[in-house]
């Protein structure tokens, strides 16, 4: 099993509010990603970063922002939620083997629902 | 277009069984393909990857097939279990970045019953 970590693992909140799910892994992976899925549909990147003070936006616009401070950590953030924002949120991690056949290791991930 | 496309969508097979998972994709240039496995409410896991000179792979009662030239793959399940009731996503990378873009499948739901 893989060691990347999400939490939280539900969330229910208001519209409006602000958010921060969080994403950790131990095992020293340079490059760090953020999938956002919804029931029956494909995984959809949103954020990766290639290491510290790297991050990129994906192919899916996303009103969320992300930073990398510490290689181990990925927090993403929604300044303000809204309804829209309601799917399964997903993080991985993979080896900068810089050869794209890079494994891509994910967490369990959050699924966030707003009302 | 780059696209992943999975067959069927959904299925239900009875414990023991086998079952064969289909993938076709379009992404080009092709570096590798991976099917993951995800189970409900958890994050997908590797089962195989296949580069294009692989044709088979297998992983205890999991086998991948790779076809490059036609450009499809499957996923064959032997002696199917409960706990093999997840969903299956086929997951092809490109050459084209660093990143190693990957396109993923919308999965196939497979249920198995007792």
């Known amino acids: 099993e893989a060691d990347i970590y999400q939490t939280p693992r539900y969330l229910v909140i208001g519209t409006g509010k602000k958010i921060t799910l969080e994403c950790s892994q131990t095992m020293g992976h340079d490059k760090m990603y953020w999938y956002q899925q919804d029931p029956g549909m494909e995984l959809h990147l949103i954020h990766y970063s290639y290491g510290v003070n790297s991050t990129e936006k994906g192919d899916l616009s996303s009103e969320s922002t992300v930073s990398r401070i510490r290689t181990e950590h990925f927090p993403l953030t929604l300044e303000s939620a809204r309804p829209s924002h309601t799917s399964q949120y997903l993080c991985?991690?993979?080896?900068?083997?810089?050869?794209?056949?890079?494994?891509?290791?994910f967490g369990p991930g959050t699924r966030l629902t707003v009302t | 277009k780059n696209q992943v496309e999975q067959s069927p969508q959904s299925l239900i097979i009875l414990e023991g069984k086998n079952c064969t998972l289909q993938c076709n994709y379009t992404v080009s240039p092709f570096s590798n393909l991976r099917w993951y496995k995800q189970d409900t409410g958890r994050g997908p896991v590797s089962l195989t990857i296949m580069t294009f000179s692989e044709n088979t792979k297998s992983n205890g009662r999991y086998t991948a097939t790779l076809d490059a030239d036609t450009k499809q793959s499957s996923l064959h399940i032997t002696a199917s279990q409960l706990s093999d009731s997840a969903s299956y996503i086929c997951v092809v990378s490109d050459r084209g970045s660093t990143l190693g873009r990957l396109y993923f499948g919308r999965g196939t739901q497979l249920t198995v019953w007792p």
């Open positions: 991985a991690s993979s080896d900068r083997t810089g050869t794209g056949d890079d494994e891509q290791y």
